[in-house]
């Protein structure tokens, strides 16, 4: 199981002292993938964040390679959220390592400890943030026509988790 220490370097659990993340690390469900093999598929479910432990990832759209990741990186954020199908298909370059927290894990977690939470939802509204600003400086560069600076990946935009029917019940 990954440690305390090497969690915290992850944006999502940015502000917690390593007792709070030590709450947490029960609920992430490690796994590992052969170069080549599927981490996601386009349209198949997903309620799932992962956090790349050792490796890379390639993020397709369709036919279309729209990123790579690698340790340190996260995906899955949008699907965490608001329970749809993968958007994206997540294939590994290499032997790859990663965690996952689970919707339902998150929501074990706000029964569990609210400030643990909404510590948690504060850190991935941030990064969502960041990704969809860099969306913004992407279709700025694209209008521009500055092909260079637009070779970079696309970001989510995500609902209001809120207004989702069934909530945060315990």
Do not use: H, W
Request: aromatic residues 4%.
């Amino acid at each position: 199981m990954i440690d305390t220490a090497s969690l915290q370097k992850y944006s999502l659990f940015g502000g917690m002292i390593p007792e709070q993340v030590e709450r947490i690390r029960p609920l992430l469900i490690q796994s590992v993938y052969s170069k080549g093999q599927a981490v996601l598929r386009e349209g198949d479910p997903n309620d799932s964040i992962y956090f790349i432990l050792d490796g890379r990832v390639q993020i397709v759209k369709g036919v279309r390679v729209l990123s790579e990741l690698g340790e340190g990186d996260t995906f899955g954020e949008m699907e965490l959220l608001d329970v749809q199908p993968s958007a994206a298909t997540v294939r590994a370059l290499s032997p790859l390592s990663v965690a996952a927290i689970s919707n339902r894990a998150v929501r074990q977690i706000y029964c569990l400890d609210p400030k643990i939470f909404a510590l948690l939802v504060m850190n991935l509204a941030r990064d969502l943030s960041r990704k969809l600003r860099r969306m913004d400086e992407l279709i700025a560069a694209l209008a521009a026509g500055d092909s260079a600076t637009a070779a970079a990946p696309s970001a989510p935009v995500v609902p209001d988790p809120a207004a989702r029917p069934g909530g945060l019940d315990c």
